[in-house]
C-alpha cells in the first residue's frame, strides 16, 4: 500500500560548497546519498535521513545541513506530528512502533528544579586544585556494626565484611548488551574503566571471551533471558547483577532484533543466528519475593560467596516496598533506572509512559529503607538519564552510592541520540554489530574519549564538592540539607525530601 | 578444609557425620544448613570420587558451582535448584526433586528417580537430565544451544503447561509413560516462543503456541531418539521396544524469527 | 480502621507485600493430632520467611465450647481492652472470658494483649440477621472503630494463633503443644515491611474460615473494591484478607460449591471455554460475567480452610508452588514437598494440582450439607 507518511527530515546541500567527494554516500548507513552521474550532484533521499548528523561531521567542506521538514501539519497541541504518524505507520503495518534511546518527551526533569548549596563564610569552600578530595566509594552490603577484639594490644577485627567493589569515582558504565552494540564498544568500556578504576556492565547478551581479562572491572549482568550465563561467565566478574527490569522498558524483557544477531552474537547468546533475542518479561524462576531470593543465594553459591550480588529494577509506583523486599531478599547492591534510561529497542509506548522519574524513586527508596533500619545493607546506584556531572551530585546528595551511565557514555563515543538502535544501522559504529560498520569505533580513540569524559565529570564533582565544603563524598551521600527545590509543589519537595529555596 | 568458613557452627563434630570408604564419601544431611552441606560437597568434591549424602531434606543449591567430574547420590528430598549453574557432575536423586532442577545448567547429568516440581531445565545450556516420573509446569523454557553444547531433557511422565516455551535450542523429550490408555497430555501452550531446538512427545497433543508446527519423524529423528531413549532406559530398567512403538510426534518452530513482523 | 491500617502499613504502600511458606495437614477422619508434625514441617521451609511473621490455624481446637463463637482478640493497651469488652457485652452472651496462655521466654517480637472470649449472640440484639452475619458485622465494627483492638479468629471449635516470630516461634510463644486439632493450617511470613503488628501475620481468618496464602494479586484494586460493595471493609490491604472475605461471600453467602469457587478465583481461559460442549460453556461465560471481579490475578498459592474442610488452589497459571500428600488418612498440602517428606517420610501419594485446579479434603464424618450450612 502506498505510504502517507513524509519525511520528517530534510537535506540541504549547498552545491557550491560541494566538492563530490562522495564521502556522505560512503558514510550513510541508510542510503540517504546517491550519485547522479548525468549532471555531476550528490542528491538524497529525504525519506531515508535519520538525522544522525554523520554526513554532516564528515563532510570536508561542511556543505550539509539537516532541517526538520518545514511542512507541518496544521497546528494541534494534543494530536502532535508525532501522534499522526505513529498510527498511519501502524495502520500501515499493523505492528508495534520500536524506537531506541530514552524517552524524549518534555516531562518533568526534577534535576533542574534542584538546586546545589556552596558554603560561604560560616565554613570555608575547599580548593580541590590543590588540598585532597575524596570520591572512592565501595559498593556492597555494609554490616551494622564492627566488633572489635583486643589481643595482645593489638585491635583485632571480628568482623567479616561481605565483598566490595571499590570505584574511584562514583559513575560507572551502565549496561549495553553485547548484541545492542559491538564488541569494539564493549572493549573500549572495559578498557577506560580499567584505567580509571571503575566498572563496566555487561548487559544481558554475554561477555565475549576476548573480555575476560577485563573481568575485575566487570559487572556480569543475568537477566530473564540467560544469555551467555554459565559457572566461568560468573566467576570472572566482580560482581553479578539480576536484572529484573529496566527503566526504558519496565514490566517488559530485553528485545535484540534478528538483524543484529550475527554469528558472534548466536555464539555468545547460544541461540540461532538471525533469531530475534527476546528475553523474556520476568525471570521464570522469580514470581514473587523469596523467589528472588533463591536465585540470589544460588547466584551465590555459584560463585562461593565472593562476589556482591546486585539486583536492577525499573522504577515504578512501589520501588520503595520493592526495594525494601529486595534488601530482606539479600541483595547487597540495588540498582534503580529511572523512566529516562535508555534501550537498543524498546516499544515507544512503553518508553515513553510506563515508570517515574529516577530522583523521585530514588528519594523515598532512600527514605524508606532507612526508615525501616536497613540503608547500610545495600548500596544503591540509580541511572536513567544522567546529563552532566551536577545530575551525579544532585543524585548522591538524594541519597545514591553511585550513578550508571549509558546514554552519556554513548555521547562520548560519538552517540547523536537519532533514536534508530534497534535497526542495527547505527552509521557511527555503535549500536550496530554489523562487522563492516562496527570498524568506525576505534577502540584505542574510543577509549580515550570515554576516559577522558570520567576525568572531566569527576572534576567537576570535586569542584563542586569543595564549593560545599566537603572533601569526601560520604559526606555528600545522602546530604539532602544541600539541595534547595525550586518550582516544586509541597508533595513534590515532601518526596523529594527537600527544602525550598529560601527555607 | 578449613572449618571457620562453616555457615554456622554444627550441632556435632565433624567426623561423626562424614565417613569415607574405599573413595566414596558418606555425608549425613539431617538438620544441615544447605550452606553448610554445599560447602562439605565442594570440598570433598575433588579427591573423591562419589559422595552419597543421606537424610537430605530440603536443601537448595546441592550441585550448584561444582565443576569436575564426581559423582553424588542425594536419598531424601533435595530442595530447590538442584544443580542449578552446574558444569559437570553426575547427581542421581533417589527420591523426587523440587522446583527449579538444572537451572542454566552448563553440562552435567541429573537422574531423578521420582518427579520434578516447576521450571526444570530453565535457561539449560547443555548437558542432561532424565525425569523418571512427571514434570510440573515450564519446563525447559529457554533452552539454547551452540556447536558441541546440546542439552537434552527427558521427562518419563507427562508435562504441565508452558513446556519448552522459547526454546532457542536443545531437545526436549515427554514420553508419557505415566498417562493411563487413551489419556492425552494436558499440557496447553506447548512450545509457545519456541524459536530453536526440537520437542518430541509420545502421546496425544492437547494444545500447542502459535509459533509450533507438529511434523511426524523422519530416520534422522528416530536415529536421535532411539539413542536418548536407551540412555534413559539404562537407568530406569524400561522397555525400549514398548517405548518406541508409541506414537511420537515432532515439534519445531514455524520460523528463527517468529515476532519478526510484530515490531516494526 | 485508621489504627490498625496504619500499624499494618505504616509507610501507606498500597498494599502489603509478603512472601512465605505453607503448610496444611488434616486427618480425613476427624482424629485430631498435635503440634509436632505442623510445626517441624513449616519450620523447615525455613528459606521461605524471614522471621518477621508466622502462624497457626488449628480446627477441632475447642471442643467442649463446640457450638461457642470462639474469639481471640489482640489489644494495644487496657483501654482498648476496656472499650472492647463493654461492646462484646452488649452484643453478646459471655460464656468463658480469658488471657491466652503465653510462654513469655519465646523469641518473639513485643507480643500485644492476648484474649480469647467464647461468645453467643445476645437473642434480643439478632433481629432478622442469621448468627454468623451478626458476629461478622460484630467483628468487623471492632476491627474499624475501635482503636487498637482487633479479632483475629471468630470461629466455632477453631483459633488463630500468629505474630511476629518464625513459626516455631510463635509455636513456643503460644504454647501449642497443649492443644489439638484434626486439621492444622501454618503459615511463615517474609514481608517486604517491617511489620511490627502481630495482626498482620497470616492466617487471616473471619469466622470460620481461615486462609494462608503465597504470592501477591494484581487484581486487588478491583477485588477490593467489589468485596466493599458487599459489606467488607479490607483493614490490613494484604491479599489473604481479600481472600478470606471472598470465600465467606460466595460459599457462606451466595451458597457456592468450593469448586465453582475455584473456577471463579481461576477461571479457564476464553479459548478453551469457546470449545466446550454448550451446556458448561454457558456456565463458564456467566460465571466470568457475574464474578469478573473476583478473579484472582497475578501468582498466588492458598491453603484454605473452614469446619470440616481443607482447600489447596494455585492461580490459573500456576506461578506458586503447591504439592499434595496423602498418606492413609492424612492430607497434607505444601509450598515444597521436603517439608511434608519430613513428618511422613513414606507416602501413598504425592502430586501437585494442576492451576486452577483444588485439592479437597474433606471429613469423612460430617455430610456434605452440614458443610454449606451458615
Not at chain 1, 525471570?283 to 565472593?306: G, M, N, P, V
Not at chain 3, 475501635?146 to 516455631?168: D, T, Y
Amino acid at each position: 500500500m502506498k505510504s502517507y507518511i513524509e519525511p520528517e527530515f530534510i537535506v540541504e546541500r549547498d552545491n557550491e560548497k560541494c566538492i563530490r567527494c562522495k564521502v556522505c554516500i560512503n558514510q550513510c548507513t541508510y542510503d540517504t546519498h546517491y550519485y547522479d552521474p548525468e549532471d555531476d550532484v550528490v542528491r538524497s533521499r529525504d525519506e531515508n535521513c535519520v538525522n544522525c548528523h554523520r554526513c554532516v561531521v564528515f563532510c570536508p567542506t561542511k556543505a550539509i545541513t539537516i532541517k526538520k521538514n518545514p511542512t507541518q501539519y496544521t497546528e494541534n497541541w494534543y494530536w502532535t506530528r508525532e501522534n499522526i504518524v505513529d498510527i498511519k505507520k501502524q495502520a500501515e503495518s499493523g505492528g508495534v512502533i520500536l524506537t531506541g534511546m530514552g524517552c524524549d518527551k518534555p516531562y518533568y526533569t526534577y534535576w533542574d528544579k534542584i538546586l546545589l548549596n556552596a558554603s560561604q563564610v560560616t565554613n570555608p569552600s575547599i580548593d580541590p586544585l590543590r588540598e585532597p578530595m575524596e570520591l572512592r566509594t565501595y559498593l556492597g552490603a555494609k554490616p551494622d556494626k564492627l566488633e572489635i577484639e583486643m589481643e595482645n594490644g593489638d585491635v583485632v577485627l571480628k568482623t567479616k565484611l561481605a565483598p566490595q567493589l571499590c570505584v574511584e569515582t562514583p559513575i560507572l558504565f551502565a549496561a549495553l548488551s553485547y548484541g545492542a552494540v559491538n564488541f569494539n564498544v564493549h572493549l573500549a568500556l572495559a578498557r577506560a574503566a580499567t584505567e580509571f578504576g571503575t566498572f563496566m556492565n555487561s548487559g544481558e547478551g554475554g561477555l565475549d571471551p576476548r573480555l575476560y581479562k577485563y573481568g575485575d572491572h566487570i559487572i556480569v549482568q543475568v537477566a530473564s533471558g540467560r544469555f551467555g550465563v554459565g559457572l566461568e561467565y560468573l566467576n570472572v566478574g566482580a560482581a553479578i547483577e539480576i536484572k529484573i527490569g529496566q527503566g526504558a522498558k519496565p514490566g517488559i524483557g530485553g528485545h535484540l532484533p534478528g538483524e543484529k544477531v550475527t554469528q558472534e552474537i548466536a555464539r555468545t547468546r547460544m541461540i540461532p543466528v538471525g533469531t530475534d533475542a527476546l528475553s523474556p518479561a520476568p525471570h521464570h524462576d522469580i514470581y514473587s519475593i523469596e523467589d528472588l531470593r533463591q536465585l540470589i543465594f544460588a547466584l551465590k553459591e555459584a560463585t562461593d560467596y565472593t562476589k556482591p550480588v546486585a539486583v536492577k529494577i525499573a522504577a515504578v509506583h512501589n520501588s520503595a516496598a520493592i526495594a525494601s523486599g529486595m534488601v530482606r531478599a539479600g541483595a547487597d547492591i540495588i540498582v534503580l533506572d529511572g523512566f529516562r534510561g535508555a534501550t537498543g529497542a524498546a516499544p515507544k509506548v512503553i518508553r515513553d509512559n510506563v515508570g517515574i522519574p529516577i530522583e523521585l524513586a530514588l528519594a523515598s527508596v532512600d527514605q524508606r529503607l532507612r526508615d525501616e533500619g536497613i540503608r547500610n545493607k545495600v548500596s544503591i546506584i540509580i541511572s536513567g538519564g544522567i546529563r552532566n556531572s551536577a545530575d551525579v551530585v544532585k543524585a548522591i546528595a538524594l541519597g545514591a552510592d553511585a550513578v550508571y551511565i549509558g546514554t552519556a557514555a554513548l555521547v562520548a563515543i560519538g552517540c547523536t541520540l537519532c533514536q534508530k538502535c534497534y535497526t542495527g544501522k547505527c552509521p557511527w559504529g555503535i549500536a550496530t554489530t554489523d562487522p563492516w560498520i562496527s570498524k568506525r569505533i576505534n577502540p584505542d580513540i574510543a577509549t580515550r574519549r570515554l576516559v577522558n569524559l570520567l576525568r572531566a565529570w569527576s572534576f567537576e564533582i570535586k569542584e563542586m564538592m569543595g564549593g560545599m565544603g566537603i572533601n569526601a563524598i560520604e559526606s555528600l551521600r545522602g546530604n539532602r540539607e544541600h539541595l534547595r527545590g525550586v518550582g516544586l509543589t509541597d508533595t513534590e519537595l515532601k518526596i523529594l525530601g527537600i527544602k525550598m529555596a529560601g527555607e | 578444609m578449613d572449618e571457620k568458613f562453616l555457615h554456622k557452627e554444627l550441632p556435632y563434630n565433624l567426623s561423626n557425620f562424614i565417613v569415607t570408604k574405599n573413595g566414596v564419601v558418606s555425608i549425613d544431611a539431617s538438620n544441615m544448613h544447605y550452606r553448610d552441606l554445599n560447602f562439605l560437597i565442594k570440598s570433598y568434591a575433588n579427591p573423591s570420587k562419589r559422595i552419597d549424602l543421606y537424610n537430605v531434606n530440603g536443601q537448595r543449591y546441592i550441585g550448584t558451582g561444582l565443576k569436575n567430574n564426581v559423582e553424588i547420590h542425594i536419598y531424601g528430598t533435595p530442595g530447590n535448584d538442584l544443580a542449578a549453574f552446574m558444569d559437570g557432575p553426575t547427581i542421581y536423586v533417589h527420591g523426587n526433586a523440587q522446583d527449579g532442577v538444572g537451572n542454566t545448567m552448563n553440562s552435567g547429568k541429573v537422574i531423578v528417580y521420582g518427579r520434578v516440581g516447576d521450571v526444570a531445565g530453565y535457561a539449560m545450556r547443555g548437558g542432561k537430565i532424565f525425569i523418571r516420573d512427571d514434570a510440573g509446569y515450564r519446563v525447559g523454557i529457554h533452552m539454547k544451544e551452540y556447536g558441541n553444547q546440546r542439552p537434552i531433557l527427558v521427562v518419563g511422565g507427562t508435562a504441565q503447561d508452558f513446556l519448552g516455551e522459547y526454546m532457542a535450542g536443545g531437545i526436549l523429550v515427554v514420553l508419557g509413560l505415566t498417562l493411563n490408555n487413551g489419556e492425552k497430555h494436558k499440557a496447553k501452550f506447548i512450545g509457545t516462543g519456541m524459536h530453536g531446538g526440537v520437542i518430541y512427545i509420545r502421546g496425544q497433543i492437547t494444545h500447542i503456541g502459535k509459533e509450533v508446527k507438529i511434523m511426524e519423524l523422519d530416520k534422522n529423528d528416530m536415529n536421535l531418539l532411539k539413542s536418548i531413549i536407551e540412555e534413559f532406559c539404562s537407568y530406569f530398567n524400561f522397555n525400549i521396544d514398548e517405548i518406541l512403538e508409541g506414537e511420537f510426534k515432532k515439534l519445531i518452530p514455524y520460523s528463527t524469527r517468529p515476532y519478526g513482523k510484530v515490531y516494526i | 480502621m485508621r489504627t490498625t491500617n496504619f500499624l499494618n502499613n505504616s509507610h501507606n504502600d498500597y498494599k502489603v507485600v509478603e512472601a512465605c511458606a505453607l503448610f496444611g495437614m488434616m486427618n480425613l477422619s476427624g482424629r485430631r493430632f498435635g503440634a509436632r508434625d505442623p510445626v517441624r514441617a513449616i519450620s523447615s521451609m525455613h528459606e521461605r520467611s524471614n522471621g518477621l511473621g508466622g502462624g497457626f490455624a488449628i480446627y477441632g481446637l475447642y471442643p467442649e465450647h463446640e457450638n461457642d463463637y470462639a474469639f481471640h482478640i489482640m489489644y494495644l493497651n487496657m483501654e482498648a481492652k476496656e472499650k472492647t469488652d463493654k461492646f462484646i457485652m452488649q452484643n453478646f452472651d459471655v460464656l468463658e472470658a480469658e488471657e491466652i496462655p503465653v510462654n513469655p521466654e519465646a523469641n518473639v517480637w513485643k507480643p500485644p494483649l492476648l484474649w480469647r472470649y467464647f461468645l453467643q449472640p445476645k437473642k434480643e440484639a439478632i433481629k432478622n440477621q442469621s448468627h454468623d452475619d451478626y458476629v461478622l458485622n460484630n467483628v468487623m465494627r471492632i476491627n474499624t472503630e475501635i482503636g487498637g483492638a482487633f479479632v483475629f479468629s471468630s470461629g466455632k471449635n477453631m483459633g488463630i494463633f500468629k505474630g511476629v516470630g518464625f513459626p516455631e516461634d510463635i509455636a513456643e510463644f503460644f504454647c501449642l503443644e497443649e492443644y489439638e486439632g484434626y486439621m492444622w493450617i501454618c503459615h511463615g511470613r517474609f514481608p517486604t515491611n517491617t511489620p511490627g503488628w502481630w495482626g498482620g501475620a497470616q492466617p487471616f481468618s473471619i469466622l470460620d474460615w481461615t486462609v494462608a496464602h503465597n504470592g501477591e494479586l494484581s487484581s486487588y484494586g478491583t477485588n477490593r473494591r467489589y468485596l466493599e460493595m458487599h459489606g467488607y471493609y479490607c483493614t490490613m490491604q494484604t491479599d489473604s484478607e481479600v481472600m478470606v472475605y471472598a470465600l465467606d461471600l460466595l460459599v457462606r453467602k451466595h451458597k457456592l460449591p468450593i469448586e465453582v469457587v475455584a473456577k471463579i478465583f481461576a477461571p479457564p481461559l476464553w479459548f478453551e471455554i469457546d470449545a466446550m460442549t454448550p451446556k458448561e460453556r454457558n456456565f463458564y461465560v456467566a460465571l466470568r460475567q457475574c464474578y469478573s471481579s473476583l478473579l484472582m490475578n497475578g501468582p498466588f498459592t492458598i491453603i484454605a480452610a473452614r469446619t470440616g474442610m481443607m482447600i489447596g488452589l494455585a492461580d490459573r497459571l500456576k506461578l506458586r508452588p503447591l504439592t499434595a500428600g496423602i498418606k492413609d488418612d492424612m492430607l497434607y498440602l505444601s509450598s515444597e514437598e521436603s517439608a511434608i517428606r519430613l513428618v511422613a517420610p513414606n507416602l501413598d501419594k504425592v502430586w501437585s494440582p494442576r492451576g486452577g485446579e483444588p485439592v479437597i479434603g474433606r471429613l469423612k464424618t460430617l455430610k456434605p450439607q452440614e458443610i454449606l450450612t451458615t
